[in-house]
Each structure stands twice: as structure tokens, then as C-alpha cells.
């Protein structure tokens, strides 16, 4: 119910936007993720949303990564500038309902690509 777009090939120092969109109703009480998941590594949080517009960054994005959110729209962006080698992952947005008593979602991942 979360679909993802936006990744894709990149060269150091570009920039890319990701887009996640869907939940409906649901959508606007749900704090909001973008996690990333590389080759041989675990899943890791990159940032989050949450419904009344607050954000939280991974210190390896802090400053180049901009979350953001559309109630309006159900989207959560993820504007990524001066990306690096190491940025280059398959990237999930979520929606966190736990304090709803509500299970999670997760959009299908989008490969983001950045080439040295």
C-alpha cells in the first residue's frame, strides 16, 4: 500500500528525490520513514516524519537529506543533494503506526545508484 519512486544512477555529488506514496485516510497520523538497506549490510534508519512534521536524521545524512511530507497528497519525499559513493542502497519508506496498535507498512524499495 506504500509505493515507492524516484531512485536510480547517480554521480558523486548529484542529488536525487525520492517519493512515497499511499495508506489513504491512514496516512496523515503515521509517522513516516525512509530506511536504506546497502549490499551485505542490515537496514538502517535514514529518516523519519513523524505526523506533526517533526524530522530526525541518521548522522551520516545530516545536511545533505531532507525529509518531508504531503498530508494533503499522502507523499513523504526524501530529497537527497551531494550524494555519495556510500549512500548507494536499496531505500524503503515506512509508515509507523505501533502507537495506533497498528501493524507497519513498507513501499517495494527503490535502488539508488551513486557511481564515484
Known amino acids: 500500500q506504500l509505493q515507492a519512486s524516484g531512485g536510480g544512477l547517480v554521480q558523486a555529488g548529484g542529488s536525487l528525490r525520492l517519493s512515497c506514496a499511499g495508506l489513504g485516510m491512514i496516512f496523515s497520523i503515521s509517522e513516516m520513514g525512509w530506511y536504506r538497506q546497502a549490499p551485505g549490510k542490515q537496514r538502517e534508519l535514514v529518516a523519519i516524519i513523524t505526523s506533526g512534521g517533526s524530522t530526525n536524521y541518521a548522522d551520516s545524512v545530516k545536511g545533505r537529506f531532507t525529509i518531508s511530507r504531503d498530508n494533503a497528497k499522502n507523499t513523504v519525499d526524501l530529497q537527497m543533494n551531494s550524494l555519495k559513493p556510500e549512500d548507494t542502497a536499496v531505500y524503503y519508506c515506512?509508515?509507523?503506526?505501533?502507537?495506533?496498535?497498528?501493524?507497519?507498512?513498507w513501499g517495494q524499495g527503490t535502488l539508488v545508484t551513486v557511481s564515484s
Open positions: 515506512n509508515a509507523d503506526l505501533s502507537r495506533y496498535g497498528l501493524r507497519d507498512y
